[in-house]
């Protein structure tokens, strides 16, 4: 596969998966424009902690948002990916559900134990049972058109997300920052894009390097959850087994864990997210992680991100490593698309009561 042959790209992706992934700044401009049309009760801003509810492509966005406001939210954020809630969950938590279909279970399970808990309550949704459930309740519903998958839509869920923060009351007008993302994110997709050749498209250059490998990518801080992105979109876009690692905790063992079998090292490609806007010591301890694996025999790939704060940093690199992700689906010939264990899955679980 030529990742230059646009038709051959193209043919690889009837879906129009690059296409959806090229509307990421206008997302984020819609779901903006759609958080500050939305008013909230003011009790929402006296709510003590923040749990935001998800899985996969639609926990994605919360993550990133708790580690994008984690200097300026003065409450605890905790992002929650399963079926009950935490004891510590009561009436003055606010509760976000993010589901894209809204007819994710866990997602559900979690917010309808929510509001029998009288939680202050919002739901982040294209439609479905969560959307249902929100009118019934009178709970102020972020709705939103997308025709793609879930993965897809990660600009709007950051920007509903956010948005939503901010009109509870619970982090700084976001605006200015959001304007100044969108901008770099539409000149950085003219690199990105598929019509954007090898040469000049990093997105495409990552996808070569990591063809017939396993991808380990580490990051700190606000980069955390974009590692996690990478990792779960080269699964589901590339059918690629791929993995992610947290800086400081990567040192305290997984540095240790690449040994052994001696086979899977040449597999390995590890992918440190760099940024300018980490702690001085995890600079410096990204900088020692990657000679000391390197020494070991290691191929250890640094990826500088682009940014002038950390909002910008993190929505960058969600870009460059979804574009690679798509890349990496064509060089292996399978459809980034389409998710059928996933699919399969879901419809056995929702033709099923109970443990079986
Ligand atoms: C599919 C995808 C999945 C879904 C997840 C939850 O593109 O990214 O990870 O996001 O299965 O489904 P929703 O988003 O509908 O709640």
Partial sequence: MDLDNREALRANDPGGLGARMAEFPGQLLEGWRIARATDLPSRYGDATAVAIL?????????????????????????????????????????????????????????FEEAISRGARLAAVTTGGRLAEMARKHDIPLLEFTHPGPPRAAIGFSVSLILGLLWRAGLVPNASTEMKGAVALLERAGARLQEESPTAQNRAKQIAQMLQGRIPVIYA????????????????????????????????????????????????????????????????????????????????????????????????????LGDYASLYLAALNGVDPHFTPNLDSLKQQMAHSEGAD
């Avoid at 409450?75 to 938590?93: C, E, F, K, N, S």
Wanted: aromatic share 8%.
């Fill in 220 to 319: 700190a801080e606000h980069l955390s959850p974009v590692a996690r992105r990478w990792k779960t979109q080269f699964n589901e876009v590339a059918k690629t087994a791929a993995f992610f690692e947290i800086l400081p905790e990567f040192d305290h063992n997984a540095i240790e864990g690449t040994g052994f079998p001696e086979a899977a090292q040449s597999d390995l490609v590890l992918i440190s997210l760099v940024s300018a806007f980490y702690h001085e010591r995890s600079i410096r301890r990204a900088r020692l992680t990657a000679e000391i694996l390197s020494s070991r025999g290691l191929q250890v790939e640094g990826v500088d991100v682009e940014g002038d704060n950390r909002l910008e940093e993190a929505l960058w690199s969600v870009f």
């Fill in 54 to 110: 998800g899985m996969g492509g639609s926990a994605i966005g919360g993550g990133l948002v708790k580690a994008i406001v984690t200097d300026s939210c003065p409450v605890p954020i905790q992002d929650i990916r399963d079926y009950r809630l935490p004891a510590a969950v009561g009436p003055h938590t606010l509760v976000i559900a993010s589901s894209h279909s809204g007819e994710t279970e866990e997602t559900l399970s979690a």
